[in-house]
């Protein structure tokens, strides 16, 4: 846990820095696809997703500690060959588990929100889950178990496995050549992303793009076809936790209202986007048909209130990086009661962004659980006391009086 938060520390400013390159880059040829607060939605997002897993808020449900001692054939040493072979295992692992998220309906909760964002950008990358409560695909890394490779290898390979696919969510680069036949490139991945009929459920793979091409998933991007992107059930909102349950709450509803017993089995194994013809029929729900009917959400943007949502952005991540940086020192169950306010906090920014009168309710809220965090640290660092109180019991009140300046009238 302590080890994953230090890594996020360099992770996360670099991750920050390539996005505002990539948007300084898009501005100046004239072509910004990084709008600002569609930007800070998938930070937020990533902000959640980091949070819940360093805080160890996922069981898994067979761990591979347990395969390694159960499954194992021989041993290795950790070394770069070891590594090696874990990240091609997990590279075929991560296929499948990609290829079931989008093909079964209860798993695509667990990735909606990542193909949320109608823009594709560095920062769409961060967009990451918080819904997968129950780790279940670990058997996918069974033939390193059977190889008897240790845990620390892979406990080291699989961050860097997902890291590294962060720099191919973006329109700058076009073809790259040899590259294209070995590798996921930004062009195999903006079909994935895509909403058009040409390009839905393609091109799965994370590294090599070998599976794809193996498994007959494989679609190349068409000069003739430019990518629409999002979802077809659009999210209509910058609220990453929302987004998060949306498709969870709607299987739900579906579930709890079909008349037939059969369709609320089989509801959450039929391919995604299944509905019971009889809810389908009683709740029908907006769907893009033509992606030339697409129409990207967006709200209303006075550029002082997007300084406002960057100031807030800024101030969350100096609190996450205080949180992975003083993990031990903070100790539990103080540093739940932390991960607790860095969620209330996402979440009443994100609905200012959405325009919601409620996101008041939601700042109150965070004002009360900010006020548990603030003594609670003050218990915990008493050197530092007064300037903890100082400094965050001012920024409370700054938050609040920004929202409430900025909370939308009734007109709105």
């Given at each position: 846990m302590?080890?994953?938060?230090?890594l996020l520390?360099?992770?996360?400013p670099a991750f920050?820095?390539l996005?505002?390159?990539?948007k300084?880059?898009?501005y100046?040829r004239?072509a910004?696809?990084?709008?600002?607060?569609d930007?800070?939605s998938?930070?937020?997002?990533g902000?959640t997703n980091?949070t819940k897993d360093?805080l160890?808020l996922?069981?898994?449900v067979?761990?591979?500690?347990?395969?390694?001692?159960k499954?194992a054939?021989?041993q290795?040493e950790?070394g770069?060959?070891?590594?090696?072979?874990?990240?091609?295992?997990q590279?075929?692992?991560?296929?499948w588990i990609?290829?079931l998220?989008?093909?079964?309906?209860v798993?695509w909760n667990n990735?909606?929100?990542h193909h949320?964002?109608e823009?594709f950008?560095?920062a769409c990358?961060?967009?990451q889950s918080i819904a997968?409560?129950?780790?279940?695909f670990?058997f996918?890394?069974?033939?390193a178990?059977l190889?008897g490779?240790p845990?620390?290898?892979?406990a080291?390979?699989i961050p860097l496995?997902?890291?590294?696919?962060f720099w191919?969510h973006t329109?700058?680069?076009?073809?790259?050549?040899l590259?294209e036949?070995i590798?996921?490139?930004?062009?195999?991945?903006?079909?994935?992303?895509?909403?058009?009929?040409?390009?839905m459920?393609?091109?799965?793979?994370?590294?090599?793009i070998?599976?794809?091409?193996?498994f007959?998933?494989?679609?190349?991007?068409?000069?003739?076809?430019k990518p629409v992107y999002g979802?077809?059930?659009?999210?209509q909102?910058?609220?990453?936790i929302?987004?998060?349950?949306k498709?969870?709450a709607?299987?739900?509803?579906?579930c709890?209202?079909t008349?037939s017993?059969?369709?609320k089995?089989?509801i959450?194994?039929?391919?995604?986007?299944w509905?019971?013809?009889?809810?389908e029929?009683k709740?029908?729900v907006?769907?893009?048909q033509?992606?030339s009917q697409?129409?990207?959400y967006?709200t209303?943007t006075p550029r002082y209130?997007?300084?406002?949502c960057?100031?807030q952005?800024?101030v969350?991540?100096l609190?996450i990086?205080?949180l992975?940086?003083?993990?031990?020192?903070i100790?539990?169950?103080?540093?739940y009661?932390?991960?607790?306010?860095?969620?209330l906090?996402?979440y009443a920014?994100?609905?200012?962004m959405?325009?919601?009168r409620?996101?008041?309710?939601?700042e109150l809220?965070?004002?009360?659980a900010?006020?548990?965090v603030?003594r609670?640290?003050?218990?915990?660092?008493p050197?530092?006391?007064?300037?903890?109180?100082?400094?965050?019991g001012?920024?409370?009140?700054?938050?609040?009086?920004?929202?409430?300046?900025?909370?939308p009238?009734?007109?709105?």
């Open positions: 302590e080890a994953y938060g230090h520390l360099i992770a996360m920050l820095l996005v505002l390159m990539e300084a880059y898009a100046y004239g910004d696809n990084v709008p600002a607060l930007m800070i998938s930070f937020t997002s902000i980091v360093v160890g996922t069981v898994v067979v761990s591979y500690g347990w395969l390694l001692d499954l054939l021989t290795m950790a770069f060959t070891t590594g090696l072979i874990v990240f091609i295992v590279d075929f692992a991560s296929y990609h290829r998220a989008h093909r079964v309906n798993f990735h909606i929100i949320s964002s823009q950008n560095l990358a961060l967009r997968v409560f129950f780790r279940i670990t996918f890394l069974i033939p178990a190889l490779i845990q620390s290898v892979v080291v390979v496995h997902l890291f590294a696919q191919y329109e700058h680069i076009h073809k790259m050549g590259l036949h590798l996921v490139t930004p062009a195999h991945h903006r079909v994935h992303h895509a909403i058009n009929p040409q390009y459920d393609k091109n799965y793979s994370a590294i090599f070998v599976w794809d091409k193996l007959g998933t494989f679609q190349e991007e068409r000069d003739d076809i979802v077809t059930r659009a999210v909102t910058w609220n990453p929302r987004i998060n349950f498709h969870l709607l299987l739900i509803h579906d709890w209202h008349a017993w059969k369709d089995g089989r959450w194994f039929m391919p995604t986007g509905r019971p013809a009889d809810v029929a709740w029908p907006p769907t893009i033509e992606v697409q129409q990207k967006t209303e209130f997007i300084a406002w960057w100031v952005l800024l969350l991540l609190l990086s205080f992975f940086a003083r993990l031990a020192a100790g539990t169950p103080l540093i009661g932390y991960g607790f306010f860095i969620f906090f996402v920014l994100t609905e200012l959405d325009r919601n409620w996101s008041l309710l939601w809220f965070k004002l009360a900010g006020y548990f603030i609670s640290m003050m218990i915990v660092f050197d530092q006391a007064m300037l903890i109180l100082g400094m965050a001012f920024y409370m009140l700054l938050s609040v009086a920004g929202t409430l300046y900025f909370l009238s009734k007109s709105q």
